[in-house]
């Protein structure tokens, strides 16, 4: 009897920890807490001008803030309940166990929908369609030429960082002298102006205007924007997919660029990610 009452016990006891354990690993029902405490958690990229910023008052501001905010609204109509937002400026590397943990919900920025990202995230629809460019001092002609970097900058933990890092390590046909790393757009073209650094490898439509600087014409890459949101939370993802789409689909999608600065930065992928809603990863070029 007192094997028995061991066995039962034993077998009890890793019932409640397998329990436990599955309970930790369910998927997050996000619908059902905003619903409740009517609040969507945004993860805001703060340095991400002209996509996600925060203005001189340090409030939010930007084009995909814009369309988190109609997104919002969007949702607010379709669960029936007012919703506030709730904004926390993030960066890049910290979003990613910020949508793990639920300290956000959703990260509104400029972040390329690649396939090495969708193994810890969920994306959205693509909301803009951008490509990483190559930035160097108009009167440094010599680094307008395609294999040509020199001192290459890098915004730390992008997509640019890593394709430029493997070509550097490879010592393929590019003449790379070093890849700098720096924090900001707005740090790299200011290295560029002081020369120390002599090309900026970065999203074009990130990198700031600046009569000193000019740019390559041609892009190197193709990089579809969304909105990163937690793994496997698939009630929330569809609802802001929806929800997106309405909004992409409408005139004041268009009007957030205008105001935006975004004016005749609009392509035709971008155009087309709007008429046509896609979840298309950028491709492994390199």
Same mark, same amino acid.
């Given at each position: 009897m007192?094997n028995?009452?061991?066995?039962?016990?034993t077998? !009890?006891g890793?019932l409640? #920890?397998?329990?436990?354990?599955?309970a930790?690993q369910?998927p997050a029902?996000?619908?059902?807490?905003?619903k409740?405490e =009517?609040?969507? /958690?945004?993860g805001?990229?703060?340095?991400?001008?002209?996509?996600s910023y925060l203005?001189?008052?340090?409030?939010?501001a930007?084009?995909?803030w814009e369309?988190?905010?109609a997104? %919002?609204k969007?949702?607010?109509?379709e669960?029936k @309940?007012?919703?506030q937002v709730r904004?926390t400026p993030v960066?890049?590397?910290e979003?990613f166990d910020m949508?793990?943990d639920?300290r956000?919900?959703l990260?509104c920025g400029s972040t390329?929908?690649?396939?090495?990202?969708a193994a810890?995230?969920?994306?959205?629809y693509t !909301?803009?369609v951008s490509?990483?460019?190559v930035?160097?001092?108009?009167e440094? %002609?010599?680094f307008a030429?395609?294999l040509?970097? =020199? /001192?290459v *900058?890098? #915004?730390s933990?992008?997509?640019a960082?890593r394709?430029?890092?493997?070509? !550097?390590?490879?010592k393929g046909?590019s003449s790379?002298?070093?890849? %700098?790393? %720096?924090k900001?757009?707005e740090?790299g073209?200011?290295k560029?102006?002081?020369k120390?650094?002599?090309?900026?490898?970065?999203?074009?439509?990130?990198?700031?205007?600046?009569?000193a600087i000019?740019? /390559?014409?041609?892009?190197?890459?193709?990089?579809p924007?969304? !909105?990163?949101?937690?793994?496997n939370?698939?009630?929330f993802?569809?609802?802001?997919?929806?929800?997106l789409v309405?909004?992409?689909?409408?005139?004041a @999608?268009?009007?957030?660029?205008?105001a935006? =600065?975004?004016d005749g930065?609009i392509n035709?992928?971008t155009?087309? *990610?709007?008429r /046509?809603p896609?979840?298309? *990863?950028?491709?492994?070029m390199?």
């Amino acid at each position: 009897m007192k094997n028995i009452g061991i066995k039962a016990a034993t077998a !009890f006891g890793a019932l409640v #920890l397998a329990l436990a354990v599955n309970a930790q690993q369910a998927p997050a029902d996000t619908i059902a807490r905003i619903k409740s405490e =009517g609040v969507v /958690r945004i993860g805001i990229r703060d340095s991400a001008a002209p996509f996600s910023y925060l203005d001189a008052a340090g409030k939010p501001a930007g084009f995909s803030w814009e369309l988190c905010r109609a997104m %919002v609204k969007q949702l607010e109509a379709e669960l029936k @309940t007012p919703l506030q937002v709730r904004a926390t400026p993030v960066s890049l590397a910290e979003s990613f166990d910020m949508l793990a943990d639920g300290r956000i919900d959703l990260q509104c920025g400029s972040t390329t929908h690649t396939a090495e990202r969708a193994a810890k995230v969920d994306f959205s629809y693509t !909301f803009f369609v951008s490509g990483i460019a190559v930035a160097y001092r108009k009167e440094d %002609v010599a680094f307008a030429h395609p294999l040509t970097y =020199g /001192r290459v *900058a890098v #915004l730390s933990g992008s997509t640019a960082a890593r394709i430029m890092n493997k070509r !550097f390590a490879t010592k393929g046909a590019s003449s790379i002298d070093m890849v %700098v790393n %720096v924090k900001s757009y707005e740090e790299g073209v200011e290295k560029l102006k002081k020369k120390e650094v002599d090309t900026f490898f970065a999203d074009s439509t990130l990198i700031p205007l600046d009569s000193a600087i000019d740019r /390559r014409r041609a892009l190197e890459t193709v990089e579809p924007y969304a !909105f990163m949101l937690r793994k496997n939370d698939r009630a929330f993802t569809e609802a802001v997919d929806r929800c997106l789409v309405k909004v992409l689909a409408s005139p004041a @999608t268009r009007q957030f660029a205008s105001a935006a =600065g975004l004016d005749g930065r609009i392509n035709v992928l971008t155009s087309e *990610a709007w008429r /046509r809603p896609s979840k298309d *990863a950028a491709p492994e070029m390199y």
